[in-house]
């Protein structure tokens, strides 16, 4: 009784939109008989800056969610991997203290911390995608005096993020030994076998100052160290990069060229191995009239330059690519009224919306998508529901987590799709439209059909209901539907959380409340009836919310 009535409050203290008369019509087809290619499972990469937080509770609780989403294919990257310290996390930091010299300049590794991330990801099913960087402190070659460790808090200048730990090394021969030794040791540790499945890229963001302060020169240089090292050690290895802030501009037109016909550092011959190319991707919401305005036009134009950016060159057309940080803006430790989005639903179907249109830009450029990796995870012992852009507060999932647990249930075959209430792509590209996205993926398995459908609007604003029928053809003898939901009123912990006053000290009643709220139940709906392989289906859809579709 206490969770049910709980969540009642929670809904009614929304103030959720008027039904019947509010709503209007939105017509969706699928035809379950014609595919239009497949859908690669894009969303199973994630990150965050502090890789520290991936050995404490609520990191690990987060951690074991991501991997039983696709055990074993789920994918964490991390800053601050290879960082001077004592392993104490902070904001926008991390240390392992993998590196030091005796004071006769010889390096000492030390793996402890480093095992202790990397086991913490294996032992709950999820994989490295492991970034070398950033530099030890004893390998950096700033200038005397300047502070290793930036001192940034939320609220800080972003610029104040730099230190000694964002420069060159003082001998690129040590730092590819570096990257040697630990691949070495990882391979020792957990198998050839495993450690070949990982990704290894150097770095992060290294055209802007905030994380490299030397040349691009200097940077392939690293680069092509490092892959050296990483390659000595496993001929094998899946070796990319260059992961730059946005589609990287001259930056990564140098990376590329480079990667492909110059001279590499490190061996002196033509080009670096490349298994894989990386770049960011970032929206822009603002506030605008008392409310939060999403800008993912900004998000969808860099994902567009970065493909286009790579099909052109030839040798690297077909090559994999991973956005390596893909979010709905740029800084999840940052604070402010724009960033009022993240605890609710408008961050579940701004994630849905935006995936969806990825999807389609990696099918019109005809680039290879392995990967959208949302760098968003968890920031430990901070307040409940502080609005950082995170998928988890002490230990429970926000609603965006569920999108995640939807799109893990969608096949690979991708289906044909049309909806009356659908924004185009290129609309979508160039402004905020502040018009209803009501939308659908689907994809089919054998009888097997999952359809994810989503009601999107750029304004975090109330909103009528979409009243939907779902047109389907080519079901063949598919009848049994289960129902999964997230919107403000199912699946919805900040929901739940509000009602109970807001607390920052739950007691174990109120934390299984909020556990309870988080969690999707599947709902089987009446079974449909198949005329010549159609059927019909209609459903409400809440502003901002997302639901699933099980036919089988």
Not at 412 to 419: A, N, P, Q
Request: hydrophobic fraction near 40%.
């Amino acid at each position: 009784m206490l969770k049910s009535s709980l969540i009642a409050l929670a809904i009614a203290g929304m103030a959720l939109p008027a039904r019947g008369q509010d709503s209007f019509p939105v017509t969706i087809t699928v035809d379950a008989a014609k595919t239009t290619g497949k859908l690669p499972p894009a969303w199973r990469f994630f990150g965050a800056d502090e890789p520290n937080y991936a050995t404490m509770k609520d990191g690990q609780k987060l951690l074991a969610h991501l991997g039983a989403l696709k055990p074993k294919s789920v994918y964490f990257r991390a800053h601050n991997l290879l960082n001077t310290g004592d392993g104490t996390p902070a904001f926008k930091w991390g240390s392992t203290n993998a590196y030091t010299e005796d004071k006769d300049g010889r390096p000492v590794y030390d793996w402890t911390v480093t095992d202790r991330i990397i086991d913490s990801y294996l032992q709950r099913g999820v994989r490295p995608y492991l970034q070398l960087g950033f530099m030890p402190e004893a390998l950096s070659s700033a200038p005397s005096g300047t502070p290793y460790r930036h001192s940034w808090r939320p609220g800080f200048s972003y610029g104040l993020i730099a230190g000694a730990w964002n420069a060159p090394p003082t001998d690129y021969a040590k730092w590819g030994e570096l990257a040697y030794q630990w691949t070495k040791h990882n391979i020792e540790r957990y198998g050839r076998a495993e450690v070949a499945t990982w990704y290894f890229e150097v770095w992060n963001e290294p055209n802007g100052p905030a994380y490299w302060t030397g040349t691009p020169e200097d940077f392939y240089k690293l680069h092509d160290f490092a892959v050296a090292g990483i390659r000595r050690a496993l001929p094998e290895a899946r070796v990319g990069g260059p992961d730059v802030a946005g589609s990287g501009g001259a930056f990564m037109d140098g990376f590329l060229k480079h990667v492909v016909s110059g001279t590499n550092y490190a061996s002196g011959q033509t080009g670096t191995p490349t298994d894989f190319l990386s770049f960011h991707a970032k929206g822009q919401p603002t506030f605008v009239d008392g409310h939060v305005r999403m800008g993912m036009f900004q998000q969808l134009r860099a994902v567009d330059t970065g493909f286009r950016k790579i099909a052109a060159v030839p040798e690297l057309k077909d090559k994999p690519i991973v956005i390596g940080e893909s979010d709905p803006e740029g800084c999840a430790a940052c604070p402010g009224p724009q960033n009022g989005y993240r605890n609710g639903t408008m961050y579940a179907s701004y994630t849905a919306a935006s995936f969806k249109r990825i999807w389609d830009l990696a099918m019109r450029d005809h680039v290879n998508l392995e990967g959208a990796l949302t760098w968003a995870f968890t920031f430990e012992d901070q307040p409940w529901f502080a609005g950082y852009r995170q998928l988890a507060t002490n230990g429970i999932d926000l609603p965006v987590m569920n999108v995640f647990r939807l799109f893990s249930k969608l096949g690979s075959d991708r289906l044909s799709v049309t909806s009356t209430s659908e924004i185009p792509l290129d609309d979508m590209m160039q402004a905020s439209t502040g018009r209803n996205d009501v939308a659908a993926v689907a994809t089919r398995d054998g009888d097997r059909v999952a359809i994810l459908v989503w009601y999107y609007n750029d304004d975090d604003l109330k909103g009528p209901d979409a009243h939907v029928s779902l047109n389907l053809s080519g079901l063949g003898s598919a009848r049994h539907v289960t129902r999964y939901t997230v919107d403000p009123q199912t699946g919805n912990a900040y929901a739940a959380w509000l009602a109970l006053g807001s607390p920052q000290s739950p007691d174990e009643k109120q934390y299984k409340v909020l556990e309870d709220a988080s969690v999707m139940a599947p709902a089987a709906l009446p079974d449909l009836v198949v005329k010549g392989g159609k059927a019909t289906l209609d459903l409400t859809l809440i502003r901002q919310g997302v639901t699933l579709l099980v036919i089988d």
